[in-house]
């Protein structure tokens, strides 16, 4: 079975560009999430789908973070316009379903400085 | 609102001796509890999860973890470390909706 799949798996751009990454997870699952992990921190949740549903976003900045899951199988996360403090590893991962308990498989992550 | 604490944030062991890494969680209800391992520039593997029956868990790579409801910890051990398992490890509670809240993490150095 494959696993999460995520690209770039680095980019390097100046502020006020805009970037954006890209997630196809695990065939078959409904539940994809997007984590921000800041260096020296755990990884934080900005959104949530369940297929191409929003289910949580309260953590997303919506000023300039933006994401979608059209199909309901791959998904997009942009930023425009990136700030410093946008620099970070950007982890996608996939469950089966959104039910608790249920394990989240992550990628490898998109690695983002922002110069 | 949920929450992790690993208060360690490095922990250092000679390879072949034994580990114990810290987890505090604050979760109104029955958690689900995971451990999650990254390797450098990797995603995140899980390693175990907790989420009702017995108390003690085995997970993969020989660890194993321990949920005390009554001092809200979820402890991760392993019995001999081997230089392999160098990584950082990360506690998480499952919240509504199967959104993950991590804890910060901590750096596990192998001495040989």
């Known amino acids: 079975e494959a696993g999460v799949a995520q690209s770039p798996r680095y980019k390097i751009i100046e502020k006020r560009q805009s970037v954006a990454f890209w997630c196809n997870p695990i065939?078959?699952?409904?539940?994809l999430y997007w984590y921000q992990q800041i260096l020296g921190q755990g990884p934080k949740l900005l959104i949530q789908?369940?297929?191409?549903?929003?289910?949580?976003d309260s953590q997303l900045p919506k000023d300039r973070f933006s994401a979608e899951r059209l199909k309901g199988v791959d998904s997009t996360l942009k930023i425009q316009p990136a700030k410093l403090e946008d620099s970070a590893v950007y982890l996608c991962a996939s469950s089966r379903t959104s039910g608790g308990g249920e394990t989240q498989y992550f990628g490898p992550g998109t690695r983002l400085l922002v110069l | 609102a949920q929450s992790v604490t690993q208060p360690d944030i490095h922990i250092t062991v000679s390879e072949g001796a034994s580990l114990e890494l810290r987890c505090n969680y604050s979760?109104?209800?029955?958690?689900?509890l995971f451990w999650y391992v990254q390797s450098p520039g990797q995603g995140l593997q899980l390693l175990l999860k907790?989420?009702?029956?017995?108390?003690l868990v085995q997970g993969i790579k020989g660890f194993e973890a321990e949920f005390k409801r009554s001092q809200s910890s979820f402890n991760l051990r392993k019995p001999s470390v081997h230089w392999s398992d160098a990584a950082e490890y990360f506690c998480?509670?499952?919240?509504?909706?199967?959104?993950?809240?991590f804890g910060a993490g901590t750096i596990l150095r192998v001495k040989s």
């Open positions: 065939s078959g699952h409904a539940t």
């Open positions: 789908f369940q297929n191409n549903g929003v289910v949580d």
């Open positions: 907790y989420f009702s029956g017995d108390t």
């Open positions: 979760y109104g209800a029955t958690p689900y």
């Open positions: 998480a509670v499952g919240a509504q909706g199967n959104k993950l809240v």
